[in-house]
């Protein structure tokens, strides 16, 4: 579900639908409410070969949105310790298989391959930009945190966040929309 | 020979290593006051000013600035008048990293092999270049380095034919190619001369110098000023939403190098640009 704020945020809810989705433009600013699951590096290595296979993931992916991140050790009594987005290119290679089973929304930073964009309009999905570095600040909206898939992998097991508010801003549309073509654009001067 | 027991390495690099990841140096806040000045993208101000916040919560709840607390960079002056007692150098220094990691609640990013990709657990080991030096003191410069921008450092074999302009071209297509996925406003770090593994180790070390002075040297100064000024012409900006804020810094370290040699190696750091010094 996304509705607009009066302050012109849009504020995001997973599940999301296609007419969600076909709503977001490169440049908007986003606050995301309720479950992302965390998975990077590792964790997509393992649900790579099970799409594969055909097997089920350990996480329903539909409508859903995967936040790239490996968060650091909580202190007694957080919830979290700093989670900001990790680079979301190197997981390019398994991004179409998951949007294809349905994967609405990726959060990450950093530039998609145009396989990744294509597959983006294709399954009418989003890639959002969390401000990378701000692991301190952004670990104020995750308000649960729970271990639901390879444990073993450390800071890169899947993790079900319950979040509130958390700030993003659409990179990628599925119009074929690229803040950072535009932001480039925008501000290049020629004599650089 | 003056006597310094490994337990006192252990103690300071565990103390270094929570630092760096709870404190920014101030030169890093200057930078974002001083951008948020100049900067005219209004996204990018935006990120400037969160990057700001960060620091500050970073620093009052003693939580890392960013969760990729990095892998242990540590340049060691060993004053050739300092006898170690109770343990080996190396050996010191990833204790002081295991403890300093583990205690401080600092994530685990590091693989036993680049091949089985099993976590060590504790960030252990550090990577480690030690300097025998004059003296009988002990100097540790410390980095935490993040891992999205080191992806995105970059080696070249320029000609000596390529010439001064060859080397600024190439920082600036570094500077270009790592784009929003090394986390902007950067600083750049560029070792130029020596052999191939001298410039690498050369990028390295220059990130160490404050950021905003200059190289001592007024001929490799001017380049720097130059080439960070180009670099933020390129229209980046913070987060690489598109703005005038792209780099912080660009700080260049020579050696001399072999008559057909030309090697430019550029470390790109981002804003979490986590270091600390002690010298015991």
């Known amino acids: 579900m996304i509705k607009a704020a009066a302050d012109g945020i849009k504020e995001v809810t997973p599940p999301l639908s296609d007419a969600d989705v076909a709503s977001l433009k490169a440049g908007d600013r986003v606050r995301i409410s309720g479950v992302l699951y965390t998975a990077r590096d590792a964790a997509h290595a393992r649900l790579f070969p099970l799409i594969e296979q055909g097997k089920p993931l350990p996480i329903e992916v539909r409508g859903q949105i995967i936040y790239y991140t490996g968060p650091s050790p909580a202190r007694p009594g957080a919830v979290v310790g700093s989670i900001g987005p990790t680079t979301g290119g190197r997981m390019d290679k398994f991004t179409p298989a998951l949007l294809e089973l349905g994967l609405k929304a990726t959060i990450g930073k950093g530039a998609r391959s145009q396989a990744v964009k294509d597959a983006l309009r294709r399954h009418t999905a989003v890639y959002f930009g969390a401000i990378g570095g701000a692991g301190a600040v952004l670990s104020q909206f995750v308000k649960a945190l729970e271990v639901v898939a390879y444990e073993d992998l450390g800071t890169e097991a899947i993790r079900r966040l319950e979040v509130e508010g958390f700030p993003a801003i659409v990179v990628n549309d599925c119009h074929g929309g690229d803040l950072y073509e535009d932001g480039v654009r925008a501000f290049a001067r020629e004599d650089a | ?280």
């Not at chain 2, 709870?22 to 806040?29: A, G, K, N, Q, T």
């Not at chain 2, 784009?179 to 050369?202: H, N, Q, R, S, Y």
């Not at chain 2, 040297?217 to 987060?239: F, H, K, S, T, Y």
């Not at chain 2, 939403?241 to 810094?249: I, K, L, M, R």
């Open chain 2, 1 to 280: 020979m003056r006597e310094v027991d490994a337990s006192a390495i252990v103690d300071a690099i565990k103390k270094l290593c929570m630092e760096a990841n709870y404190d920014l140096e101030p030169d890093m806040l200057r930078a974002f006051d001083r951008a948020l000045t100049t900067e005219r993208s209004a996204a990018g101000r935006q990120v400037l000013q969160t990057l700001k916040d960060n620091a500050r919560m970073a620093q009052t709840k003693r939580m890392p600035y960013c969760q990729d607390t990095g892998v242990v960079v540590c340049f060691v002056e060993l004053g050739q008048e300092v006898h170690l007692t109770g343990g080996g150098l190396d050996e010191a220094i990833n204790e002081g990293v295991r403890q300093g990691y583990t205690e401080g609640y600092l994530r685990a990013s590091i693989v036993r092999s680049p091949f089985d990709r099993v976590n060590t657990g504790d960030n252990t080991p550090a990577v480690i270049h030690v300097d025998v030096v004059p003296g009988a003191t002990l100097r540790f410069s410390l980095m935490a380095k993040g891992g999205g921008c080191e992806n995105r450092s970059k080696y070249k074999m320029l000609t000596p034919a390529d010439g001064l302009e060859g080397v600024k071209g190439w920082i600036l297509e570094c500077v270009r190619t790592a784009g929003p996925d090394a986390c902007p406003p950067l600083i750049v770090g560029v070792g130029v001369g020596g052999t191939f593994e001298k410039a690498a180790i050369l990028s390295k070390k220059a990130l160490f110098r404050e950021l905003g002075s200059p190289n001592p040297d007024p001929a490799i100064g001017a380049i720097e000023r130059e080439v960070l000024e180009r670099a933020n012409r390129l229209g980046i900006g913070p987060q690489g939403y598109g703005g005038d804020t792209t780099a912080f810094g660009v700080h260049i370290l020579a050696a001399p190098c072999h008559i057909t040699s030309l090697p430019v190696a550029v470390t790109i750091e981002c804003h979490a640009h986590r270091h600390k010094e002690v010298t015991l």
